[in-house]
C-alpha cells in the first residue's frame, strides 16, 4: 500500500501545475483529459485499487477520492477564471465610432429576369410548372411529334447519358408540357422556366446550359389572336410599353401553323437592329394533343418559348453570355 500511496501526492502535483499553466480553455480540456480523462494518468491509478488487498482499500481510496476532489476543485476554479477572462473586452470600445455595414446579396440576373415573367405572367393566370432535366426520348422528342431523322435528336446536339436506356438532358422545357397534358385534363394554362442542355460550344452567344420558360395554354377555340394578345402583353412588360411584336411563319415539328416572333423596341434601336427575333410559338400540333389523349376536335392550344438569357442581355445590354455563370462579383453588383 505504500507504494500506491506515495504516487498520489505527485500525481496530483503534476496535474495541479498542468491545470494552472492552461492558457485557455482549449488547453485546459487538454490538460483535463491527460489526467482525468476516461484514458488518464490519475483515473489510471484509480482502476488500480481494485488489485490491493482488502484491508488496505479503504485507506487507499480516501486518498485517492481526496485527490480527485483537490483536481476537480482546480479545473473549475481555472476554468471559471479563463472563462471570464475571455469574456472581458481586450480594449475599450468606442461606440461613437461608425459602424461597418455589412454587404448585402443580390438577387442574380437571371432570377431577377426569371421573376419578372413570372410576374406577367400570373397576371394572365399562368401557374408554374415543372419537371425533370433529366428527360427520356418520348417526353423529349416522341411526344412533341420530332421525328427521328431531326437534327435536334442528333448526339451532336444532345446530350445522351445511356443509362437508363436513350436517357438525356432535356433540349428544351417543352417536354414538362407533355407531362402536364398526361396527368391534367384541359383547360391547361401553365408557365415552365427552367434550365436546359445543349452541345453548344461557349461562346459570346452559346452556353450548354441556359434557361428556357414556355407557356402553354389549352382549351375550347383558342386561336392565333389569343397567342398573339399574350405575347405582346408579355413582352410589353417585359421591354417596355414601347415594344411592338410581328409573327413570322416558321416550321417547328409540334406546332400548326407556327411563327418566329420578332420584336422591336427602344432597346433593339439601341443595339442598331429595327428587329429582333426572341420566340418560337404556334398553335398546338393536333397529334401532340393525341398523343396525351386529348381530342384536337375538341381541345385547340398554343405554346411559345424563349431564352431567359436572351431576354436579360437585350434588357441590361450585356454582350457574352457567359458572364452569367463567371460569378464575378464585380459584374453582379451591377443588378
Known amino acids: 500500500m505504500a507504494g500506491f500511496v506515495d504516487e498520489i ?5 503534476a496535474a495541479l501545475a498542468e491545470l494552472q499553466a492552461a492558457a485557455d480553455v482549449s488547453a485546459l480540456e487538454q490538460a483535463r483529459t491527460l489526467f482525468l480523462g476516461s484514458n488518464g494518468r490519475f483515473t489510471a491509478l484509480m482502476k ?23 483536481l476537480e476543485a482546480a479545473l473549475e476554479a481555472r476554468r471559471g477564471d479563463l472563462e471570464g477572462r475571455a469574456a472581458q473586452p481586450r480594449e475599450a470600445l468606442d ?3 461608425p459602424g461597418r455595414r ?19 405572367f400570373r397576371k394572365l393566370g399562368f401557374v408554374v410548372a415543372d419537371g425533370p ?3 427520356d426520348d418520348y417526353h423529349c422528342f416522341d411526344a412533341l411529334n ?11 446536339d444532345t446530350f445522351y447519358l445511356g443509362v437508363p436506356a436513350r436517357s438525356l438532358l432535356r433540349t428544351h422545357t417543352s417536354s414538362v408540357q407533355i407531362r402536364v397534358m398526361e396527368k391534367q385534363p384541359p383547360p391547361v394554362r401553365i408557365l415552365v422556366p ?8 461557349a461562346d459570346a452567344t452559346h452556353n450548354p446550359t441556359f434557361h428556357q420558360v414556355e407557356g402553354l395554354y389549352v382549351d375550347r377555340d383558342v386561336t392565333v389572336g389569343d397567342l398573339k394578345g399574350t405575347v405582346e402583353f408579355v413582352f410589353r412588360e417585359l421591354m417596355g410599353s414601347e415594344t411592338q411584336i410581328r409573327f413570322r411563319p416558321h416550321y417547328f415539328s409540334y406546332t400548326e401553323p407556327s ?23 404556334g398553335l398546338v400540333h393536333p397529334q401532340v394533343f393525341e398523343n396525351v389523349g386529348y381530342d384536337p376536335e375538341v381541345w385547340t392550344g398554343w405554346a411559345f418559348g424563349f431564352g431567359i438569357e436572351r431576354i436579360a442581355m437585350i434588357r441590361y445590354g450585356i454582350s457574352d453570355i457567359r458572364l452569367f455563370y463567371e460569378n464575378d462579383t464585380r459584374f453582379l453588383r451591377q443588378f
Open 48 to 70: 488500480r485499487l481494485g488489485s490491493l488487498p482488502k484491508e488496505e482499500r479503504p485507506a487507499a481510496g480516501k486518498a485517492v477520492n481526496a485527490a480527485k476532489a483537490a
Open 259 to 281: 411563327f418566329e416572333i420578332d420584336f422591336s423596341s427602344p432597346l433593339t434601336r439601341r443595339m442598331g437592329k429595327q428587329w429582333l427575333e426572341i420566340a418560337g410559338c
Open 194 to 201: 427552367g434550365r436546359v442542355y445543349r452541345r453548344d460550344n
Open 9 to 13: 501526492e505527485p500525481l496530483k502535483a
Open 102 to 120: 455589412r454587404a448585402l446579396g443580390r438577387q442574380h440576373p437571371l432570377t431577377q429576369t426569371t421573376e419578372d415573367i413570372v410576374r406577367s
Open 95 to 97: 461606440f461613437t465610432m
Open 133 to 135: 432535366e433529366v428527360e
Open 146 to 156: 420530332t421525328p427521328p431523322d431531326h437534327p435536334a435528336r442528333d448526339t451532336q
